[in-house]
């Protein structure tokens, strides 16, 4: 359990009890804190681990707890794992794959002593001769004829390879991709030296050649692949229970030590304050409130915790060396943990009364909310309501405008035709035209007086709003038999002013 909390982004240990197999640990914006202790088993040989968890947290502290099971699970299956390979001994038997027989390469090629008649007759024991060097014969050939393609494939893989190799030792490239690359130009060779046999194609040297290519770029790529394994991987300084690493915990500590002030209200203000000025992971909530307090000694703890009792802390009552945890007659549960190790104390008070009041403020707070839901309701009704008359009186407009468009209808046909509105402006400007001719007739009978010049004047504006009133109607909706009226009106008027000129 040690282990996989020092190594666990998801928690933080908080304390240690080897006497009581028992660690107590924190998660990460979670008021309270947890606490797991190895229990005997069902058996002898077996264990269990019970945990304690926060009362207020609710669900978040349940997927914590499933949380530190699989993964204290995870630690197990590892350790195992790593001691049962540890114990298992590997015994390697001798090897009974088949291997194939080469030929021995031939001192001097025998093919130029062969007849020209198309038959395989055996050469003479005159034209061959042992090699002088065994090792340099398997190395080169003296096939004639064109050279193998595999050979040169062989070459160019081998020379990509080694290239590769030296790339690998800045880069630090899988040791997976390494082998791949070395297994493909390991078998390119093995094909081309099968090809080039003596009596097949030439180009044994640029096999032999792509084979040591192949080797060196194994090996640095290898070698490269293995020195970035290093650099992401921790030294072996870096344990947690080396020096070092203390001397950074005990540096990290310090850094994150700050000095605090007890708040003189809430939970807090129900507990003393503990004599030490700097304190870190502090956490105040509506009904906890926690911190750790640094440099405290375990005299400084015997004494906290005398203070607690003398504050009434002794229901439930339950200590230890380092641990102290206990209820007072209001319901409100402290806890109290010391860190010989780190010189430090934590300290945690959960106030039932405050819980108590949060509980309720939160029950107002949903009774305020489905109150303003009932209210936007209402109004949403309301709206609803409002939005029914608005149709009913714009459909009772409408159709007052079908009655009064039928009655206009009717009226027309009652007037032959023409509607209304149609016959009442041409009416009136005949009239008007009627009135005017008149007018003219006696102007200029009377020889134009200047007396009859205002009447003229106001006639001339009585002519402007008549006609005017005649062009702003829309004789695109005029039907045929408007048309038919105003130019019969039109003409009766012309006639009547060609008669007054």
């Not at 490269?224 to 950074?248: R, V, Y």
């Not at 009792?309 to 409100?332: C, I, Q, Y």
Request: include cysteine; aromatic fraction near 6%; hydrophobic fraction near 40%.
């Amino acid at each position: 359990m040690v282990q996989m909390l020092g190594f666990n982004a998801s928690f933080d240990l908080v304390h240690q009890d080897e006497q009581s197999h028992a660690v107590t640990f924190s998660a990460p914006n979670l008021n309270g804190l947890f606490t797991a202790k190895v229990v005997p088993g069902e058996t002898a040989a077996s264990s269990a681990v019970e945990m304690t968890a926060p009362i207020d947290a609710g669900e978040i502290a349940q997927q914590f707890v499933v949380k530190f099971y699989k993964d204290l699970g995870d630690q197990l299956m590892a350790q195992t794992a790593v001691q049962a390979t540890s114990a298992q001994t590997t015994v390697m038997s001798t090897p009974t794959q088949q291997t194939e027989v080469v030929p021995p390469v031939p001192a001097a090629n025998t093919a130029h002593d062969a007849p020209h008649d198309g038959q395989n007759t055996p050469a003479e024991p005159g034209n061959h001769r042992a090699s002088k060097n065994t090792f340099m014969a398997m190395l080169t050939d003296s096939n004639p004829g064109k050279t193998s393609a595999m050979a040169v494939v062989a070459l160019a893989v081998a020379a990509a390879f080694l290239i590769f190799g030296f790339v690998a030792l800045g880069v630090h490239p899988p040791i997976a991709l390494c082998i791949i690359f070395a297994v493909i130009a390991a078998v390119l060779c093995v094909v081309a030296y099968l090809k080039t046999q003596p009596g097949k194609e030439h180009g044994r040297l640029f096999t032999a050649i792509a084979a040591g290519a192949t080797v060196i770029g194994l090996v640095l790529s290898l070698v490269g692949a293995a020195g970035g394994k290093q650099e992401s991987q921790p030294s072996a300084a870096a344990s947690p229970s080396s020096s070092a690493s203390s001397s950074a915990s005990s540096s990290s500590k310090e850094s994150r030590c700050q000095s605090f002030s007890w708040p003189a209200s809430g939970a807090a203000a129900k507990i003393p304050a503990p004599k030490a000025t700097k304190a870190m992971d502090v956490y105040e909530f509506a009904a906890s409130y926690s911190l750790t307090a640094c440099d405290v000694t375990a005299s400084d703890f015997e004494d906290y915790v005398n203070e607690l009792r003398g504050k009434g802390f002794t229901v439930g009552l339950a200590k230890s060396s380092d641990t102290f945890t206990a209820e007072n007659a209001a319901g409100d549960k402290v806890m109290v943990m010391h860190n010989p190790k780190e010189d430090t104390m934590s300290i945690s008070i959960e106030s039932k009364e405050d819980a108590d009041q949060e509980a309720q403020r939160k029950a107002e707070e949903e009774a305020a909310k489905q109150a303003e839901e009932q209210k936007k309701a209402e109004e949403a009704q309301k709206k609803a309501e409002e939005e029914r008359k608005r149709q009913e009186e714009e459909q009772k407009r409408i159709q007052e405008e079908e009655a009064k468009k039928q009655q206009e209808a009717q009226n027309q046909a009652q007037s032959g035709g023409v509607t209304p509105a149609v016959k009442e402006a041409m009416d009136s400007y005949e009239s008007f035209m009627n009135k005017y001719c008149d007018f003219m007739e006696k102007y200029t009978a009377d020889g134009a007086p200047t007396s009859m010049l205002t009447d003229y004047l106001k006639m001339m504006s009585e002519y402007s709003e008549t006609t005017k009133k005649l062009d702003d109607m829309d004789q695109s909706t005029w039907t045929d038999a408007d048309m038919q009226y105003y130019l019969e009106v039109m003409n009766r008027v012309n006639q009547r002013l060609a008669s007054v000129s």
